[in-house]
Structure formats: C-alpha cells, structure tokens
C-alpha cells in the first residue's frame, strides 16, 4: 500500500461518517465508526498512539493534546454542533494523516461552507481554507519548515485568529515511527523538500471563542511543485 491509498482510506472514513452523524450520537460511537470503517478499508493498524480517531465537538474543539493523554469524552451530538475528527490510519507503517471540523445544523451535516448559517463556524472554516491556500501560494523547495511557521502564524494572527496547537506547531513529517517527526515549529532549519511528505494541520480560533478549527492535508513536492496527496 502507497501513501496515496492510506490517505485515501481516511479521506475516505470522513466521507462516510458525514453521512453517519446525527444529533444525539455519542462521540464514543463516531470514534468506533470512523476507526472500524478505517479497517474495513485496510488499514491494519493506527499509529498515533493507536487512537484512530480524535473526536471533539462544541467548546472542546479548542482542545489541543497529545495522543498520549487523550480520552474521547462521553458527550452527545447537539442539534446544532461543531465536530473535529482527526485520523490515522496505517497499513505496515505507512501513514495516512487527514482532520476536518464537521458542522451540524438543524440535525443536518452541512457539507458546503457556504452554506453554514453559523456566522462564527463559517468564517473558522474559510479561514482554514484561506490558510492552505496561503501554504500553496507561499512555499518553494526551498522554504524551511521555521520559515513557514513564521509566515503562517503571522497570517493567522494578521487574520484575526489564534493558533492553538499545544506546541505551537503546523504539521510534521510524515515518516515511520512518530519519535523521528520534525515539525513546522521555530528553529526547524530543514527544508520542506527534504522530506518525502508532510502535514499542514493549523488548529485555529478567534480570541476568547470557546470553538476551533481544524483541517489536515499531507502535502509533498514533485517537480518543484507541491500536491496534496
């Protein structure tokens, strides 16, 4: 199996648990489906300290943990609500890497940020949106993971948001042990083309909000040009 195809396994579970999520749902249930539909694809394991899926909804999307302290919390899907699942799949140690915060309205998940009536939700997202297309508009083979920590933190601030990754960090390597990641973080002099892929994950919010945002993509050169993989 390719990075392209574990990817695609959580591209995929994502796609599925839209279609799944109803108000009243327990996160514990939304884990357990995203992680067997993982599975059912052919995933054979999960790398980040063997969660598969991190699921927040309403004020806990502002949380920012380490795999290794994380507990899903035992708490139902509201009418209206805001959910983050973050997923990672892997198959004989290649990684997928993949989150998106979902919105609920009215009972419904709304799959268009356009149509988000939500002003505060809406505009968290196209921020997201706005941040990787900032990403692709900015780096070269020749930035250096700091220098795209820099760039990108002075955007979202510049932008009215903050970040809220609990080290300050954007994304990572992708490799095949997480003790060897290095990180788009100050002091990381490396090349971004000196790694055969990486995430971009900005955990965002607006001062003082008790909601987040968050959407991952594993991104990679070919050519002298980056690709979402």
């Not at 507990?71 to 959910?83: E, K, P, Q």
């Not at 080290?167 to 990381?188: F, P, T």
Request: hydrophobic residues 35%.
């Amino acid at each position: 199996m390719e990075y392209k195809d574990i990817q695609r396994i959580a591209k995929e579970t994502i796609s599925y648990i839209k279609t799944a999520i109803k108000p009243n749902m327990n996160l514990l249930d939304i884990r357990r489906l995203c992680e067997k539909k993982m599975l059912s694809l052919g995933a054979d394991s999960f790398w980040y300290w063997d969660v598969g899926a991190f699921v927040f909804s309403g004020d806990e999307t502002t949380v920012s943990v380490s795999g290794r302290e994380y507990t899903t919390s035992d708490r139902l899907i509201g009418y209206n609500d805001i959910i983050t699942i973050d997923l990672s799949p892997q198959n004989n140690h290649i990684w997928g890497d993949y989150a998106r915060t979902i919105i609920v309205e009215n009972g419904e998940v709304v799959d268009s940020i356009d149509k988000i009536q939500n002003n505060e939700w809406r505009n968290g997202l196209l921020m997201e949106e706005r941040l990787h297309q900032e990403l692709r508009d900015f780096v070269t083979p020749q930035t250096t993971f700091e220098e795209l920590y820099l760039h990108i933190n002075d955007f979202i601030i510049d932008k009215g948001f903050v970040n809220l990754d609990f080290m300050g960090n954007l994304g990572h390597s992708i490799v095949k042990h997480k003790d060897e990641r290095v990180y788009i973080e100050r002091g990381n002099h490396l090349l971004l083309s000196s790694v055969d892929y990486f995430t971009f994950e900005p955990h965002i919010s607006v001062p003082n909000s008790k909601y987040g945002y968050k959407k991952e993509n594993i991104y990679h050169f070919s050519n002298e040009k980056l690709f979402e993989l």
